[in-house]
């Protein structure tokens, strides 16, 4: 099999993943930044399609005016020497210590303008780029202690910037949707809007929802012991995954970043599954970094396989789909032999009164066992290589 990257497979990375430089809390950075021309021509030599910047990735947040109109120039110019696009783009609203207490649910009401003011602005950097998904992850909006904010009027501030944004988007008539990326913790204490059912039940209140969707982060959805393919499952249901966020990492652990299907093999199968076969149209964006004992070939092989895995896992799930003894369970387990009584397609009295009476073999229902230890194990040597 032909495992190449093409520009069809939608794979995109964040100038930060390729551009981490391996610094955490307790050591020094290990890699030599490398600028964003630089980071392009890396992507585009590994084979992604897109690359995602944060305004500060690209542009310095003490850039002076010409500072900014040359780098962006320059980073065009990459972009048309590798042709790579930027699909999304987001705003750094969370390394600079003016952002300490949170950017639209922080405390001080100037903090909170000052967060709209630098979103729009860079908002008007990512359309110009071209980016038609604008990600908000607000790493700060949260607290250590519940003595700081009070979670409701959280929410107003934070529904209050966005209702804000999204009409400042309407307004310059940007074709521009925005995607919500929720993390339970990290930087801070406690994230507000923690998961992506957190996220969803949100952005029904907004004064433009059609306008919001989600960007599920497999790793923030693991951090809380969640089952990532069902967050992401539901966001797709509800017609609101705008974007994704793929990486791995191990339950309940601090966020690790690491590469695609470096920890949970068979959830990132089931993910890959699920995403080919709804035909989900957005960017696959790996938002992870190589290990930090890396240099730059290692981050290169952390790009390559990232990507690799994806491509494998969605092989795999071509033959799951054709393997005829997995196939024949799937049919086995979802078999209808038409005894039941007709109760779905929507209520009527009749259906009720017969579902009512209908005389239900109790004992029967409980002996069925099903053939799922089969099933699983089916999949587990599918994946191993070994059928
Ligand atoms: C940051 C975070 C990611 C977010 C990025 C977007 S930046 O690295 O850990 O999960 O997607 O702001
Ligand atoms: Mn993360
Ligand atoms: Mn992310």
């Known amino acids: ?67 900014h109109e040359r780098i962006v ?26 952002f300490r207490d949170g950017a639209f649910t922080a405390n001080d009401a100037r903090v909170r303008a000052y967060a709209l003011q630098k979103t729009m602005r860079a908002i008007d950097l990512g359309v110009e780029l071209g980016a038609e998904v604008y990600v908000f992850w607000g790493g700060r909006e949260g607290v250590e202690t519940d003595a700081a904010k009070d979670p409701v009027e959280s929410l107003k501030r934070f529904r209050e910037a966005l209702n804000f944004l999204c009409s400042y988007v309407k307004d ?8 919500l990326e929720p993390k339970p913790n990290e930087p801070r204490g406690d994230i507000y809007l923690a998961t992506v059912g957190a996220m969803l039940g949100f952005i029904a209140t907004l004064d433009h929802p059609e306008m919001v969707g989600l960007n599920p982060e497999a790793a923030h959805e693991h951090m809380s012991g969640l089952n990532f393919v069902h967050a992401v499952a539901q966001a797709w249901e509800a017609g609101k995954l705008f974007h994704i966020d793929l ?28 995403l080919e076969e709804v035909a989900y149209a957005g960017s696959r964006h790996f938002d992870a970094h190589a290990y930090r004992t890396e240099d730059y070939n290692g981050v290169r ?40 009584p007709v109760w779905n397609g929507g209520y009527t009295a009749t259906k009720a009164t017969t579902l009512k009476d209908h005389a239900f073999d109790r004992k029967a229902l409980g002996a069925r066992g099903m053939p799922y230890e089969r099933l699983d194990q089916l999949t587990v040597e599918l994946l191993l290589g070994a059928r």
């Open 301 to 340: 092989e952390f790009a390559r396989g990232c990507m690799r895995t994806y491509l494998i896992l969605k092989e795999k799930a071509r033959r799951w789909r054709e393997d005829p003894e997995i196939q024949a369970l799937v049919q086995e387990i979802a078999a209808d032999d038409g005894s039941a």
């Open 247 to 274: 990486n791995d990492q191990a339950f309940g652990r601090y966020d690790q970043d690491f590469r695609f299907g470096s920890v949970n093999l068979k959830s990132a199968f089931f993910l890959v599954k699920f």
């Open 73 to 98: 120039q320059d980073f065009k110019r990459a972009l048309q020497e590798t042709g790579l696009c930027v699909p999304m783009a987001t705003t750094n609203l969370f390394t600079d210590p003016a």
């Open 172 to 179: 310059q008539g940007y074709n521009l949707k925005f995607a």
């Open 1 to 67: 099999m032909d495992y190449t990257p093409k520009p069809e497979d939608n794979f995109t990375f964040g100038l930060w993943t390729v551009g981490n430089i391996g610094r955490d809390p307790f050591g020094e950075p290990v890699r030599s930044p490398l600028s964003p021309v630089e980071l392009v021509h890396l992507l585009g030599e590994a084979g992604a399609y897109g690359v995602n910047l944060h305004d500060n990735d690209l542009v310095p947040i003490d850039a002076t005016p010409s500072d």
